[in-house]
């Protein structure tokens, strides 16, 4: 979305001159974290009934005293400019941004069970040999893939699952069946 990038990039960039990068990256997941858990929240975001000056009092209500001055500024520009409906995809470009500009990778692990400290140890060192810089592991638990793991890094995934195992073995013996 091209208006929540380039936000997220001004935001980006005021942070980096103003030497607040780090403060204001932990505003934004805060940010995130609302967006995305709160669903009453967004609604009014989105809402055109309520006012720019009663959604401005909202966000310091909300974040006055979690967020640094310079992001609530922020929140308080784009309600100004009627973007505030795109406060969550801002939120969401600026964390992308701010991994790229310190080169950290996220890698993402799902597997049945949660992972324990050899096997994360394991997960880092195949996401190490793929990736450099900074690795972000975002660790998830799915009972339905039975065994085994699925591991995203940027857009490369790789499926070791059970459930994908049984599923190649189901879409196999399907295709063979012969009753003569």
């Keep these: 979305m091209i208006v929540a990038s380039r936000y997220a990039k001004s935001l980006l960039d005021l942070a980096v001159e103003t030497k607040q990068l780090e403060e204001v990256i932990k505003d934004i997941r805060i940010i995130k974290e609302v967006c995305s858990q709160n669903a009453d929240f967004v609604t ?15 966000f310091k209500a909300i ?52 992972l324990d400290e050899k096997l994360r ?15 972000e592991l975002l660790e998830k638990v799915d009972p339905s893939l039975i065994g085994g793991f699925v591991l995203t890094i940027n857009d490369k995934q790789v499926d070791q699952s059970v459930k994908r195992k049984l599923n190649d073995l189901r879409k196999t013996f399907s295709g063979n069946i012969n009753l003569n």
């Design 44 to 58: 009014m975001l989105n809402s055109p009934v309520v006012k720019t000056d009663k959604k401005q009092a909202i």
């Design 63 to 114: 974040f006055g005293s979690k967020i640094s001055k310079t992001t609530l500024a922020f929140l308080n520009l784009i309600a100004a400019k009627r973007r505030e409906n795109y406060l969550f995809d801002i939120a969401k470009s600026f964390d992308e941004q701010y991994k790229i500009s310190k080169n950290i990778t996220t890698a993402k692990v799902t597997s049945a069970i949660g």
């Design 121 to 135: 140890k394991q997960v880092l060192d195949i996401v190490k040999q793929n990736a450099s810089g900074e690795i």
